[in-house]
Structures are given as C-alpha cells and as structure tokens.
C-alpha cells in the first residue's frame, strides 16, 4: 500500500464529508463511506482497498465519527436511553459476530450483504412515515423486544461489512418502532457506537484493519462528525430523511451495478 501524502489526503476527504453527512443525518456514514473507499482511490489511479480492508477501515473510523455525533447531541432530551440500552446490547452481540465471521467470507460476499442491507434500508426509507413527530420526547413508548430482535439481525449484517448499521436502524426506528425523528438520529448515533465496539473488535482480532488510513478517517471523523451533528439540529427533519433516502438508494444501485455487472 502506497501511504503518499496525495493518498493520505484522498482518505482524508473521504471521511470527513463522509462524516459530516453522518453527524447531520444521524448514520455513522458508512453507507457513504464504503463504496467512496472502495472506488473513489482506484478512480485516482492510487491503491485501490479490497472490500475487507475497506470494511475494516469503516469499523475503527465509525466508532469515533459516532463519537462525536452523540457528544452533539447529549442536551436536549433527544437520548432515549431506554432505547439505546435495549438496541445497543443486542446490535454489540451482533456486530461481533459478524465481524468477527466475515473473516471467513469472499470480498463478492461482503459486497452482496452490503447491497442487501442497502436496499432494505433505501425501500424503508422511501415508505411514508406519518405523525411520527407529533409525539412530546417524554411520552415516546416502543416494543422494547420488538427493537431488540431487530439491532440483533441489524448487527450481524453491519458487523460483516464493517458498518455499525445505522444506515438500516434509522428507518426501523422511524417505519417500525415509530421514534420521533430527532430521537431516532440521536438515539441512532448512540446504538451505532456501541454496535461499532462489536464489529471493530472483530475486525480487529482477525486482522482486517489497515491503521493507517484508519487514522486518517478518526482525525475527519473527529472534526467534521460535530460539526454535521451541529448543522442537523437546523435542518427540517423532513429534507434529513430525503438527504438519507438518496444517498441509500444511490448506493444499493451502484454496489448491484458492481456486483451484477
């Protein structure tokens, strides 16, 4: 691998708009991240990532980016702490199996639950979500089995690709378990982070992360994830959810294009 100051900076970009998206729409940013990784550097002429080592990088870097999103968030009562207890224990076990698995998985396989999970979540984002707002913060009830069950599944498929899955939780949280939307990014924010413990630490421990771009990708993460978290609390929650749906749709195409073509 090639660690030219010109690479460097490349992977710099890469995480810090891909960290600011994810702070401002409530994602740890790997459903942006992963395919600029994967093409963007080959595009350039530089080293191109293999899916796994592309995977690993997104792990360690998603579980500082989300870091810096929830430090964002931490006033305001958008922390539903019943919420991230239940989804978060489950998504950790989860995530580590799955990082953990993938080890034992083809690069096309990697590649083809990522598109898997980028279609569901794009299909889920584009149903309508109605009068999910009008609830007050304090009085927001959920099936606490129901969102378990789901940050599990959520978790083993997140863990493969090196994601912590919220690219996939926030239309669960939104469709299904019906959380306010400033809820749901925060909350999401917190559950991915702890998600991202389970999936990095299996990464870890079969040798799949690459420290040095992973390095650069944290620095990004670090600035720009606040500064998008920052941005978000201004936007209508409205124009968050359709900036997320495009860029999941976008995504699910480009990776079925890649792996059908």
């Known amino acids: ?26 994602i740890g940013g790997s459903i942006i991240k992963y395919p600029m990784l994967l093409y963007i550097p080959a595009l350039l002429g530089l080293s191109a990532f293999t899916a796994h ?28 702490k019943k919420l991230i207890l239940y989804m978060g224990i489950s998504i950790l076990i989860g995530s580590f199996i799955g990082g953990f698995g993938s080890k034992f998985m083809t690069d096309g396989g990697v590649n083809l639950v990522y598109g898997i999970l980028a279609t569901i979540a794009a299909i889920m984002m584009f149903i309508p979500k109605k009068n999910i707002d009008d609830v007050p913060m304090d009085q927001v009830t959920f099936n606490k089995w129901l969102a378990a069950s789901f940050a599990f599944l959520v978790g083993i498929g997140a863990g493969i690709v090196g994601a912590a899955g919220a690219f996939i939780l926030v239309p669960i949280m939104l469709l299904v378990l019906k959380i306010p939307t400033r ?5 999401s924010l917190a559950i991915t982070f702890i998600s991202s413990i389970g ?9 799949q992360v690459l420290f040095i771009p992973a390095v650069v990708m944290i620095v990004a993460s670090l600035i720009a994830s606040p500064l998008g978290a920052n941005f978000g609390k201004k936007v209508n929650t409205k124009i968050l959810q359709i900036i997320l749906a495009l860029l999941i749709l976008g995504t699910a195409i480009k990776i079925w294009i890649e792996l059908l073509g």
């Open 1 to 26: 691998m090639d660690y030219s100051i010109y690479f460097l900076a490349v992977i710099f970009l890469i995480g810090f708009v891909g960290s600011f998206v994810s702070g401002m729409v409530g």
């Open 199 to 207: 999936s990095t630490a299996g990464k870890v421990f079969t040798g």
């Open 183 to 187: 809820m749901t990014i925060a909350s």
């Open 53 to 80: 080592e592309v995977a690993g990088i997104s792990a360690v870097q998603v579980l500082f980016a989300t870091i810096g999103g929830v430090w964002a968030y931490r006033k305001g009562g958008y922390l539903n």
